[in-house]
């Protein structure tokens, strides 16, 4: 029986780790995650999970340790932000590289300099090539089971993949709202027990993690990287499938709003998404076919679905809540790349927005979709990348 | 040996077989050779404790041989040997001469 | 489960770290690692910093190490042997594991003093049951002789070449030893591997304290000392007897020297031999040789002191 509860994001992912249960946490504060792990520690002082803690001193020895906790052989969590995900960025590439199923709670912050402590999505988006997959989140309810979904996926005996999930910092880090919890049981026998493989505490069989391999295999074994990642779609949508059964809730590998028909689309991830569809709504209401796209898998980027989701539209805009300066926006790359197969493709916009926690309002959405109802008819781009919501 | 493919690899470059050095041969690189003089030998057994490579092969606590496959000539076992009055056990030559 | 540390007895054993690894002919660090292995009995699992003897031991499919082993990065094999030994509690807890295992990280000077230094930190102060053994060659060797901070006084090397102008390393080492004791953890000692038998003993008293542990030893490298392939054991007994690598341990915060040479040899017996002091004798460098000397005085007299007031 679904519960009904009022919570922050933190609050929803921090209960989701707790209802697993996993082997080990590692544990390191930083705004706004800090709220999330202290919960989860204090889980652990009362007793109500079996998780041993590594209070570390650095998310670098943090990420460390639970790469040697995983490659002991066990269920491993931690949750950063930001900085902290930065100051991960080697390990990452070894938690992916020595395939361990690390879950991560990744609470979206900006990064320094100047320092700031609000929502963005830099930090993710610069973690984007290290081997991880990454399940993107709405709101509380999204991050909450994208995190108990994230074990299954990760620990899939194809996949052993590390998983980030994403949420915005603050805006749904720290904002109370509705949701449903699913039962301690019921999530525990979702996820089920952990599968060992290769465990480096196997001390009959012991094994050598994390070699110097050259120009002899190291071609091959990315080869092989490569390959994990084109399973982890039909992953996500089994493990999705059975999640649905459960609680009643319908994920894919991105989400569609009122696309089916539109002439222009927005493609954003999170929470700005909910903001973006009551907008879309308006315009429908004035007779201009307008929808959205939002992806949930960034990570493996699922390009043919994106395309086929999108083909039909006169004018798409690409909404990046981070920048690749000098570069398009992230998300927009992969889009654009998406439908460069296609014969006939969408014009692109490209907008970054919301940086350091800027708010993304409904007029900032209204400007997109009036620009894109322009371009559709016009058929001409002006710019292609822009700011919005910038003081000039 | 045919090189692996990418499909032969083990997941994560994890390598299963503990001790798998051993089939790597090391005594090529030697350019001076550890000669062993069992006459001269008191079986201190210092030669096997300090040689870095493994070289020095001990059965029941009794020193025998050198493993030249993988000794690399490095010379400590003779520096270190005490002998027997004043005669070295062990004794370094040049490879090849 | 103690081992008898003879070497009849030792030598009966299964080598934990096989020939076939590729550390350089008459390297240290192998026979620092043999030794540390062979002092116990009980199953151990290793963690090693990326270095000379982490990319030398298991490159491809060839591994020397017979025991569980993991290598991350650079900068924190203590941080990484903390969540497997984290692990391991775990799984003891839950009941999934019941054998007594014992945890122990490798890192040469670079990873632990330098790089590595606040993964070390925040593992000792954790408190996690393992052994941290730091194989102190004095320089980054891996990368090819680079200064860090356990560089002696007045060595050359690639970074602090001994020029026309500048003779060396103006900086004295760190003692790490000294500041691992201050994070009041119950075993920190120094070791040589000359001293084969007081380094397994304290390998095999730290395995029986529960807690953190650090061990220092020092670890020859005849490429960046540049001296013969044959005298890792004979420099590291000079570093012993000279006083410059004294063989201490404290334990619970007491003091006490466990190899006190016969005769105190001055440095230059030490220096001598070696390459990357040459210019300390050169007339102009007189001076430098002298503060050498007297810091070890010093630093004798300390340590004297400490184990005497304890």
């Known amino acids: 029986m679904a519960k009904v509860v009022a919570v922050t994001g933190n609050e929803a992912c921090a209960n989701a780790l707790r209802q697993v249960n996993p082997d080990v946490c590692g544990i390191y504060p930083i705004t706004p995650q800090t709220d999330m792990m202290q919960r989860f520690a204090s889980y652990i002082a009362d007793g109500k999970v079996d998780t041993e803690s590594i209070l570390v001193e650095s998310e670098h020895s943090s990420m460390s340790a639970c790469i040697g906790a995983a490659a002991a052989g066990g269920r491993v969590v931690t949750a950063t932000s930001s900085q902290g995900l930065a100051l991960m960025w080697e390990m990452l590439h070894i938690a992916s590289g020595d395939r361990l199923p690390i879950i991560m709670p990744v609470v979206n912050r900006a990064l320094s300099a100047p320092l700031n402590i609000h929502g963005d999505h830099s930090d993710a988006m610069g973690a984007r090539d290290t081997g991880w997959i990454q399940l993107w989140s709405e709101n509380g309810q999204e991050a909450y089971d994208n995190t108990i979904q994230a074990f299954r996926i990760g620990e899939h005996m194809e996949i052993r993949l590390p998983v980030m999930v994403c949420l915005d910092g603050f805006i749904i880090s720290h904002s109370i709202e509705r949701m449903e919890y699913l039962e301690d049981q019921e999530v525990r026998d979702f996820v089920g027990p952990f599968k060992n493989f290769l465990p480096l505490l196997d001390l009959d069989k012991p094994k050598s993690y994390g070699p110097l391999i050259l120009t002899d295999l190291y071609h091959e074994y990315k080869r092989a990287q490569h390959e994990v990642m084109t399973k982890v779609k039909d992953v ?26 539109a002439d222009i689309a927005i493609v954003i991830l999170n929470s700005a998404a909910g903001t973006t569809k009551d907008v879309i709504d308006e315009f429908r209401d004035k007779g201009i076919k307008a929808g959205l796209l939002k992806p949930r898998l960034f990570r493996p980027f699922p390009f043919e679905e994106v395309a086929e989701a999108l083909k039909h539209v006169k004018a798409v805009c690409v909404m990046d809540r981070a920048d690749s300066f000098g570069g398009y926006g992230p998300l927009f790359m992969e889009v654009a790349s998406a439908l460069y197969p296609l014969e006939r493709k969408p014009l692109l916009l490209n907008k970054v927005y919301g940086l350091g926690g800027r708010d993304y309002l409904p007029s900032h959405a209204a400007q997109v979709l009036t620009e894109l109802h322009d371009i559709s008819r016009s058929g001409k781009v002006n710019v292609l990348k822009e700011y919005i919501g910038v003081r000039e | 040996m045919k090189p692996k493919g990418w499909k032969d690899l083990p997941p994560g470059s994890v390598v299963l077989e503990g001790g798998s050095a051993a089939k790597f041969k090391t005594g090529s690189w030697r350019a001076f050779r550890p000669i062993w003089k069992d006459e001269n030998c008191i079986q201190c057994l210092f030669c096997w404790i300090y040689c870095p490579d493994m070289a020095v092969k001990v059965k029941d606590g009794k020193r025998g041989d050198f493993d030249y496959d993988y000794c690399k000539g490095c010379g400590i076992c003779a520096l270190e040997c005490p002998g027997k009055k004043g005669q070295k056990a062990i004794v370094m030559t040049e490879e090849g001469k | 489960m103690a081992t008898t540390l003879t070497l009849k007895e030792l030598s009966k054993k299964e080598d934990r770290f096989t020939h076939g690894h590729r550390m350089c002919s008459g390297c240290g660090a192998p026979i620092v690692v043999k030794i540390a292995l062979m002092a116990t009995d009980y199953p151990v699992v290793i963690s090693n910093a990326t270095g000379c003897l982490e990319v030398s031991s298991c490159i491809s499919e060839f591994t020397a190490w017979n025991v569980p082993w993991i290598h991350t990065a650079f900068e924190n094999a203590a941080a990484t042997l903390s969540g497997v030994e984290t692990m391991y509690r775990s799984l003891k807890k839950q009941g999934k594991m019941d054998r007594e295992v014992k945890f122990i990280a490798f890192g040469g000077d670079g990873g632990t003093y330098d790089i590595g230094f606040q993964s070390l930190s925040g593992a000792m102060e954790r408190g996690h049951d393992m052994i941290y053994i730091c194989y102190d060659n004095g320089a980054y060797m891996n990368t090819g002789i680079q200064r860090s901070s356990a560089t ?14 500048i003779p060396g390393k103006l900086r004295s080492r760190k003692n790490l030893t000294k500041i691992m004791a201050a994070h009041n953890i119950p075993y920190v000692a120094q070791a040589s591997p000359s001293h084969w038998q007081d380094f397994a003993k304290k390998v095999q008293k730290a395995h029986e304290i529960k807690g953190p542990k650090f061990i220092n030893v020092i670890a020859p490298c005849n490429r960046g000392w540049r001296s013969k392939t044959n005298d890792a054991i004979l420099l ?9 690598w004294p063989l201490y341990e404290i334990e619970n915060g007491t003091t006490k020297i466990t190899v006190t040479p016969k005769q105190k040899l001055p440095i230059v017996d030490f220096l001598k031999p070696q390459g990357r002091f040459k210019h300390l004798f050169s007339p102009e460098n007189e001076g430098l040789l002298t503060q050498v000397q007297d810091e070890i005085d010093r630093e004798w007299e300390k340590l004297l002191k400490e184990a005497k007031t304890d």
């Not at chain 1, 319908?250 to 028909?261: H, S």
């Not at chain 3, 590291?236 to 410059?244: D, E, I, K, P």
């Open chain 1, 236 to 261: 996500v949508l089994d493990v999705a499938k059975d999640f649905e059964k459960l609680s009643g809730r319908k994920y894919g590998i991105f989400e569609t709003y009122r696309l089916e028909d």
């Open chain 3, 152 to 165: 002696p006084l007045g060595a050359d090397t690639t970074t602090c070449p001994a020029g026309s102008v």
């Open chain 3, 236 to 244: 590291s007994r000079l570093a012993v007897n000279t006083c410059y």
